[in-house]
């Protein structure tokens, strides 16, 4: 008997039930409290010790069970978008991080295998915040591996390099006046912040291919009729490279200290957080790799295939009436991809796996309606469920693999 596959099936309803309930009550980056304590009390259902504010944060928790080596990390996410809701699946994400550590524990217990097992419930990554802080404290220091997933359209090893990022707030400081009256008394701190974005939306041009910089204008408050004495915008930097990435920055930094030369005002730039590039580990990639090929992908009702192809109709994606496949074959070497998650942080820390499994259609992008619409239904249960067990499957393949660990490590300290 598969007792990992055995224990996912006898709790699939429970499971399913935490992720729509997850899924029913949205919270936004630090402000989890419904949505951990679901996890972490389920955990202590299962025999976790359960302790809280990991890192000083309320809403992070850990949890432990088992004694001894190898200590395993399982790092779970719940957080939604604001207004949009899980759109990125974190509902499914942490319920699966924690189905994965029970039916391994389960596993384990039967075996009489040595080891520790924790779950860190990790808040605030559609931010760019919650891993890094804790990753900080040294909070995974102590583990041998770290284990992960994310929701995408389709099941692979998620041999990705995630993008390295600065994450800035630029406030600009002018000096207030009637924009009637007295305007020549005024210096525009909103002046400053656009002249700063042209001087960005220039300097695209000359930076490498994969370096992306966006922003936001954060709201001042302040009616026309008043020359602004604030002005304030938040950026995103980003490139498949940590040099590429602080580089970039340095650039848009000087563009906002001669925007506010140009208008006679200040600036003060505030980096919010930093984060490395994905640090992906060869060795845990193929060893994971190894262990999905042997399980079945989820298999789809004709209900839920009509739903997804009038989902793709409404929402115009382009995937020709192809809306799942298998698994796909390992890539030679990483792939570079246009998004970012504080995990890669933790891949320079630790060696670090990422599962990507299918819980949407293919076509779907993350942060759309409808990849929210999917999270909260029976195709993303699927990969849920699906993610779980090839987690829970690599980890205890790594576990029998004699040195796997050991080589793990050893790509980690000879890689970039």
């Known amino acids: 008997m598969n007792l990992i596959e055995n224990w996912l099936t006898t709790n699939k309803k429970e499971l399913i039930h935490i992720a729509s309930d997850i899924f029913c009550h949205p919270e936004t980056a630090y402000q989890e409290t419904y949505s951990s304590k679901r996890l972490a009390n389920f955990l202590e259902t299962q025999g976790f010790r359960v302790t809280w504010k990991t890192a000083g944060i309320d809403t992070a928790f850990t949890a432990v069970w088992g004694s001894g080596k190898p200590m395993l990390g399982f790092l779970a996410e719940y957080d939604a978008l604001p207004e949009i809701g899980h759109a990125c699946g974190h509902n499914l994400l942490g319920t699966a991080v924690c189905a994965a550590a029970c039916a391994l524990k389960e596993d384990m217990t039967a075996s009489g295998a040595q080891g520790t097992i924790i779950v860190y419930g ?7 915040s919650g891993k890094i802080v804790m990753n900080a404290a040294g909070v995974f220091d102590e583990l041998d591996v ?21 994450i800035k707030n630029y406030t600009f400081h002018g000096i207030s006046a ?26 695209r041009e000359h930076v490498s291919d994969d370096v992306r910089m966006h922003y936001a204008y954060l ?16 950026y995103f930097i980003r ?13 848009v930094d000087d563009c906002a ?58 929402a115009g994606f382009e995937n020709h009436g192809i809306y799942f496949t298998g698994l796909e074959p390992l890539e030679n070497a990483p792939v ?19 599962i990507s499994a299918a819980t949407m259609c293919k076509g779907t992008p993350l942060h759309h309606w409808a990849a929210a619409k999917q999270a909260g239904m029976s195709i993303g249960h699927k990969g849920m469920l699906y993610a779980a067990r090839c987690m829970a499957e690599g980890t205890k393949l790594l576990m029998e693999t004699p040195g796997a660990i050991e080589k793990a490590w050893e790509w980690h300290n000879t890689h970039e």
């Open 122 to 128: 990790c808040p605030a990554e559609e931010i760019m």
């Open 146 to 166: 770290g284990v992960m997933w994310h929701p995408f359209d389709r099941n692979r090893i998620s041999n990705d390099i995630w993008q390295s990022q600065d």
């Open 178 to 203: 009637h924009a009637s009256k007295s305007p020549e008394n005024g210096r525009s701190a909103l002046d400053a912040a656009e002249l700063m974005n042209i001087g960005v939306n220039y300097l």
């Open 219 to 234: 709201d001042n408050g302040i009616p026309a009729n008043v020359v602004p004495d604030i002005a304030k915008t938040n």
């Open 239 to 251: 490139s498949a490279k940590r040099s590429r990435t602080e580089d970039a920055s340095r650039r």
């Open 257 to 314: 200290r001669g925007a506010a030369l140009m208008t006679g005002t200040t600036v003060d730039i505030e980096l919010v957080k930093s984060c490395k590039e994905m640090k992906v580990n060869r060795v845990l990639a193929e060893l994971y790799y190894d262990a999905m090929t042997r399980i079945p992908v989820p298999e789809y009702t004709d209900e839920e295939l009509k739903f997804a192809a009038d989902l793709s109709k409404e």
């Open 336 to 354: 570079p991809i246009s998004i970012g998650t504080d995990a890669s942080q933790v891949s320079h820390t630790i060696p670090l796996i990422t």
